[in-house]
């Protein structure tokens, strides 16, 4: 083959042969160097993902610690107080009650169902509102919460995780107790006497409120096409059972007003007349449902716990429960139950009340506490308030459908 | 430099490295994972929305992919838990999607379950939501006189419907419906799943 | 599988790294026969020193030279097959273009046409890209190869029977993908939307390109090949193989389909498009200039390194993604590593230019080319940095990156296309450019619009992931800021979209102007404007 270069009309002179520039070679070496940092940081980053599935792959993630002892102080203590002194008038005393003496089952079936009538503990009757636990303990820690009060206040003798297996399969459909009373007939007649249970008050719903929640009317779509057959939500929709009655339909004529935003909402709240959101409202604030919630966001348990029962002063955060109510059952009318919430909702809600999308709050105090609230605290708090049991509604009335709620 | 057939494999041979390295061995690690435990394989008439979902190229617009929480509020905005390889196993194609013109449909099925939700927005995404820009699949719908037995009637909010008869929705139109339905990828992620893990951050 | 392993497959990084030291050792200490003179395997006797700048201004320099490759019968030679390439290539352009601006206008108007399935947004933007992608980018640069490659090698294309074959099936095929994609058949993924019965057509197309190239290489009149011919010859032997390993039905699922995806979406930028780009840059600039390259022998590292590291550069469209760390890792860093052979060819084409201005003024092919030599640049450098992590959870899954692939698959290769459709019509006609100034009016129109389209989008997308990333604001608000980005967007589309109006209409007047004799017919009585 023959070159044509032209060998004899240079015209300007060249470099021959240029190198390959210093600072090219630099360049290369300093972003090989970078690359190989990267690759071997890539180590540690996959450590930390698994470590953070695997505590979200835990059943119950909390980690309570001390067995019976630590349960009774994350869960049960805010009301019954550290000593089980219980609050005169309101939360009935552990120590010495007559329910931990009884039969075993007794305590189990009030931890796995809840109390929601009157209830006499030595002289003083209560109104009584505890939750029911099953949906948040496992077999194995209701054993362990039943024998520290038991030993603490009670009876000694040993209950099993077996044992509460077979307690949880003698009534798996129920209710809470409807009061003492019911307890005493059902469970362990040798009880004190109790008073008399307060009257059923949800037998029978308006079939008009159970054809709007369940099959929608107009431009309302049902309640429950999102929000679940029995107001337990998913996802970011919130659980709506036990909320105050007064706080939804509130809820509802702001977003009828435009005052809270979400699109959807919007069109069904529109299509609502006043007393349509009313019924709703009672509708769901009777609802009983147990927990679907479960932590989401790898927030931090504990960081969420001190929040939501002490708070941050150092950043001008109030303890959640301060106006929440006690394990954040809700105050009506204006303060919403937090416990066993979903977290994208929770969460996604502080965000909004910092972003100043919502306009609804009471002298702006969430928007307030939602400001000092950082990002990884918004999603602390709201895995947390996952974990708690839901609130005993205010009074009884069955869910219209079946009972079986999809996890 | 001058010859041809060096240049050739040696071309060849680099982009053998890099088939194996992007695509053989990540294949084998992902294939090694089973499918995410709880998740369903598609039926058939959500495997036909699937189709839809593809041919409408619903995925230029919506990613299936959340991030964790350590990258972003995907999380709070109820999208769901971060993607998981394992959570696409029964895929083909896969949707993962590049872009998030409209937001991740990873968990829609989860957070928004209501069938006439759905129908009504995808013959009229304005008549829900004022500021969207997504288009209206109103081909996927008929208007009628009156509905026949069995036709799934659709109401369409803010007076956005048509002016007269009944709007029934057509058979893909169901079946998209049945398969954004069918997206839930809430299941609890195994601590071995393979995912990028490049944004983790430990807090504590 | 253990993290640990993870690391170490990771670390693969390092073969690439070893075969970049060893190429730089070996430039460095001259173990390869590699010089200056190389570089001007270009010219023909005589051409050297002589701007090249045919049948748009009226002095242009019409010496005839020692060899020319028209009277050679070359250029005869190549024509027919050229011209069909090219042809093709203009109207995939116009049409790709009404898409890509229903599309942009779709996003802002969502109701504007919007009762036909095939109108649909989906669908438009799909056509669109794979119109522009395999129609006008993939067509148009073959045109050019096989126009280049005969002068470059300063022999005939052997075979241009064969090309034309494949210029035909080609054409067909993506007629047949245009319509499934309008009806709604696809392979659903992203870049990979045409069914893949109808990429076995394309595939079959793309082979046929094969041996015209590499038989014509192996016949050349010189002995050594220019660095143009390395890129060409390489991507040429790519194609095929990516394109069909990507197509293979059935065989990949889930997860694993998208690392494919995303294997074979990057490297269809990597390595065919942009090698077809940068070696078309490396012939026409220091041609149109008439003086060679600045170092040779940088050039070589260039190519070896855009073939070690952009090969591997795929799967940072999975950052964040359910795809394993390391192998997004991985390719974080050799998206990175690409600042290496984008700098050296950087180094090589700019600098010419640089030392060349006059001839940046004056030729308008060169200012064409050489600004899209300047956007690849831009673009890679850009993509460098947009897949490292930080940068990349603002702007992934926004229109900032639909800003920067219109800035490596627009300006780089539409660009450097322009210039060279307007340095090589004169010569396949033997005509001069009929409305000279028209060529000005496209280049403002496309330069303005682009720039109102890139910049629109880059501020709109990181403002978008700006608001997707912030907890504290809803969804709707990355969509409601958008709005007057994407509307900008359309404004610049349509002066792009206007701008290749111009360009067809004049395509077409030098293509169906009355010529003093046929090309084809009688090479060696044409009469040349310059060689």
């Known amino acids: 083959m023959t070159d044509l270069r032209p060998s004899d009309d240079e015209f300007e002179p060249y470099e021959e042969d240029r190198g390959i520039p210093l600072p090219v070679s630099w360049i290369a070496i300093a972003l090989a160097l970078w690359g190989i940092v990267m690759l071997y940081h890539n180590n540690r980053s996959v450590m930390i993902g698994r470590s953070e599935r695997s505590e979200a792959a835990k059943p119950q993630s909390r980690d309570v610690g001390a067995g019976g002892a630590g349960i009774f102080l994350a869960r049960c203590a805010t009301c019954h107080q550290p000593n089980g002194s219980g609050v005169a008038g309101a939360v009935p005393p552990l120590a010495s009650s007559p329910f931990l003496k009884a039969k075993p089952e007794v305590v189990v079936q009030i931890l796995l169902h809840g109390i929601d009538g009157p209830i006499r503990v030595g002289d003083d009757v209560f109104d009584g509102h505890m939750p029911s636990f099953a949906s948040v303990l496992s077999d194995d820690d209701l054993a362990q919460v039943a024998n520290h009060v038991r030993k603490g206040w009670g009876a000694s003798q040993t209950i099993s995780a077996a044992f509460v297996a077979g307690q949880r399969a003698r009534f798996p459909d129920r209710g809470a107790w409807n009061g003492g009373s019911e307890i005493a007939a059902t469970l362990d007649p040798t009880l004190p006497p109790q008073p008399a249970p307060r009257p059923d008050a949800g037998t029978g719903i308006d079939p008009a409120v159970a054809g709007l929640v369940q099959h929608g009317s107009g431009d309302a779509w049902a309640c429950a096409s999102c929000h679940g057959s029995q107001g337990q939500g998913r996802a970011n929709v919130p659980r709506l059972a036990g909320l105050p009655a007064a706080y939804i339909s509130a809820q509802l004529a702001a977003f009828a007003s435009g005052s809270r935003r979400d699109d959807t909402m919007t069109v069904v709240a529109r299509a609502l007349s006043q007393n349509q959101r009313e019924t709703v409202g009672n509708y769901y604030a009777g609802l009983r449902t147990p927990s679907t919630a479960r932590p989401s966001l790898d927030g931090d348990l504990e960081r969420g716990e001190i929040l939501a029962l002490q708070g941050d002063w150092k950043h001008g955060v109030p303890a959640c429960f301060s106006c929440h109510g006690p394990s954040g059952f809700g105050v009506a009318p204006g303060f919403p139950a937090l416990a066993a919430q979903h977290p994208a909702y929770t969460a996604d809600q502080l965000a909004a009340w910092r972003g100043k999308v919502h306009r609804a709050s009471p002298n702006d105090v ?42 | 430099m001058n010859r041809i057939l060096p240049l050739s494999i040696l071309a060849l041979a680099i982009l053998a490295l890099a088939t194996l390295m992007l695509v053989v061995v990540p294949g084998m690690q992902i294939n090694a994972q089973p499918a995410t435990p709880g998740l369903q394989p598609y039926t058939a008439i959500q495997l036909r929305g699937r189709q839809t979902y593809v041919s409408m190229g619903c995925v230029y617009c919506h990613s299936q992919q959340p991030r964790s929480t350590d990258q972003g509020p995907d999380g709070e905005r109820g999208w769901g838990r971060p993607a998981i390889a394992s959570d696409y196993a029964y895929d083909s194609p896969h949707l993962l999607g590049t872009m998030r013109t409209g937001p991740d449909l990873s968990n829609i099925g989860a957070r928004l379950p209501n069938q006439a939700w759905h129908l009504a927005h995808l013959y009229q995404p304005r008549s829900v939501s004022a500021w969207s820009i997504m288009p209206a699949y109103s081909f996927l719908f008929e208007v009628k006189e009156r509905a026949a037995p069995g036709d799934v009637v659709v109401r369409i909010p803010n007076g956005r419907g048509p002016k007269h008869g009944v709007l029934v929705a057509k058979p893909e139109a169901i079946d998209l419906v049945a398969y954004l339905q069918s997206l839930d990828r809430t299941m609890v992620a195994p601590a071995h799943a393979e995912r990028d893990d490049g944004y983790a951050k430990s807090e504590r | 599988m253990e993290p640990t392993i993870g690391l170490l497959l990771a670390l693969s990084f390092l073969v690439s790294l070893l075969a970049l030291t060893f190429l730089i050792w070996a430039v460095s200490s001259r173990q390869m026969a590699f010089n200056q003179a190389q570089a001007r395997t270009i010219f023909v006797a005589g051409e050297e020193g002589h701007a090249d700048n045919p049948g748009i201004s009226p002095n242009a320099d019409d010496d005839t030279h020692h060899f020319d490759p028209a009277r050679a019968g070359i250029d005869a030679i190549s024509a027919r097959p050229v011209t069909i390439l090219l042809t093709t290539a203009v109207l995939w352009l116009v049409v790709g273009s009404i898409f890509g601006l229903t599309a942009s206008l779709k996003l802002h108007w969502p109701d504007w046409l919007g009762d036909e399935a095939w109108l649909t947004f989906g669908r438009v933007r799909t056509i669109h890209l794979n119109i522009v992608i395999y129609g006008w980018s993939s067509l148009g640069l073959l045109g050019v190869v096989f126009w280049v490659a005969p002068r470059m090698f300063h022999t005939r294309l052997r075979h241009p029977h064969l090309a034309e074959v494949g210029a035909l099936i080609w054409n067909l095929a993506l007629l047949a993908a245009v319509f499934a994609l309008a009806t709604g058949w696809t392979d659903g993924e992203e870049w990979l939307e045409i069914p893949w019965q109808i990429d076995m057509l394309l595939a079959v197309a793309s082979a046929c390109f094969v041996l015209p190239l590499l038989r014509t290489a192996a016949a050349r ?311």
């Not at chain 3, 993604?321 to 990175?336: A, D, E, K, Y």
Request: aromatic share 14%; hydrophobic share 50%; with cysteine.
């Open chain 1, 366 to 407: 969430m928007n307030m506490v939602a400001n000092s609230l950082s990002d990884s605290d918004r999603r602390a708090v709201a895995d947390f308030l996952a974990t708690l049991p839901p609130v005993p509604a205010a009074h009884r009335q069955e869910p219209v459908h079946g009972r079986s709620v999809a996890r």
């Open chain 3, 221 to 531: 009149n010189v002995h050594h090949i220019y660095v143009t011919g390395w890129y060409w010859m390489a991507a040429i032997c790519w194609f095929p193989v990516l394109f069909v390993i990507a197509n293979l039905p059935g065989l990949f699922v889930g997860a694993q389909q998208a690392t494919v995806n995303w294997w074979f979406a990057h490297n269809v930028l990597g390595l065919w498009l942009t090698p077809l780009g940068v070696g078309a840059g490396y012939y026409f600039i220091p041609k149109i200039i008439g003086k060679p390259i600045y170092s040779y022998s940088l050039s070589l590292l260039g190519f070896w390194a855009l073939a070690l590291f952009y090969s591997q550069v795929g799967i940072h469209h999975l950052i964040g993604g359910p795809v394993p760390t390391w192998v997004v890792t991985l390719s974080i860093v050799h998206s990175v590593m690409m600042f290496v052979p984008v700098i050296t060819v950087a180094i090589n084409q700019h600098v010419t230019v640089a030392q060349n201005m006059w001839a940046f003024k004056q030729s308008i092919a060169l200012r064409f080319v050489s600004l899209g030599a300047i956007c690849y640049t831009l673009a890679s450098f850009q993509g460098s940095i947009e897949a490292l992590r930080s940068i990349n959870t603002v702007v992934h899954f926004t229109q900032y990156t639909v800003g920067h692939a219109h800035l490596g698959a627009y300006t780089f290769l539409s660009f450097t296309l322009f210039g060279a459709v307007y340095h090589m019509m004169p010569r396949i006609t033997g005509c001069s450019w009929p409305w000279p100034r028209l060529i000005p009016v496209h280049f403002w129109l496309v330069v303005i619009g682009f720039t109102v389209y890139f910049v629109a989008l880059s501020i709109g997308g990181i403002y978008q992931g700006l608001a997707m990333l912030d907890a504290t604001r809803p969804f709707a608000d990355s969509v409601i800021l958008l709005k007057p980005y994407l509307e900008s967007r359309s404004v610049g589309g349509a002066l792009m979209t206007l701008g290749h109006f111009v360009f067809a209409a004049h395509f077409a007047a030098i293509l169906l102007q009355r010529r003093p004799a046929a090309v084809s017919s009688a090479p060696m009585t044409q009469p040349v404007v310059a060689a």
